[in-house]
Nanobody, 119 residues
Framework: QVHLVESGGGLVQAGGSLRLSCTSS????????MGWYRQAPGKQRELVAH???????HYVESVKGRFTISRDSAENTVYLQMDGLKPEDTAVYYC?????????????WGQGTQVTVSS
């Protein structure tokens, strides 16, 4: 069992920044990939970014150049730095743990944190 706890969501104006954090109950160096997903109202949950145990980041096209995923293995924490936020980034953001590579449906999810970007 892996418990994931997110924090850092909130309300920000367009063009602003937020940093999301996700702390894992298990060493993230024992999890093949950690990811961030988001789900906007009326839409399917989508993968935003993930980072492999080897440290390789991957991003969905819509956030490339604006979002940065990183990790602190000593703290078992993964971050999502979001800059240049747009109203269309408004969603509930979920941290997830993948135990397969290439990634498939995550085995564990956090509770989610709301990000709201006002225009």
């Amino acid at each position: 069992q892996v418990h994931l706890v997110e924090s850092g969501g909130g309300l920000v104006q367009a063009g602003g920044s937020l940093r999301l954090s996700c702390t894992s109950s298990r060493s993230i160096l024992r999890i093949p990939s950690m990811g961030w997903y988001r789900q906007a109202p009326g839409k399917q949950r989508e993968l935003v970014a993930h980072i492999t145990v080897g440290g390789m980041p991957h991003y969905v096209e819509s956030v490339k150049g604006r979002f940065t995923i990183s990790r602190d293995s000593a703290e078992n924490t993964v971050y999502l730095q979001m800059d240049g936020l747009k109203p269309e980034d408004t969603a509930v953001y979920y941290c997830a743990a993948h135990f397969t590579l290439p990634i498939e449906t995550p085995q564990y999810w956090g509770q989610g944190t709301q990000v709201t970007v006002s225009s």
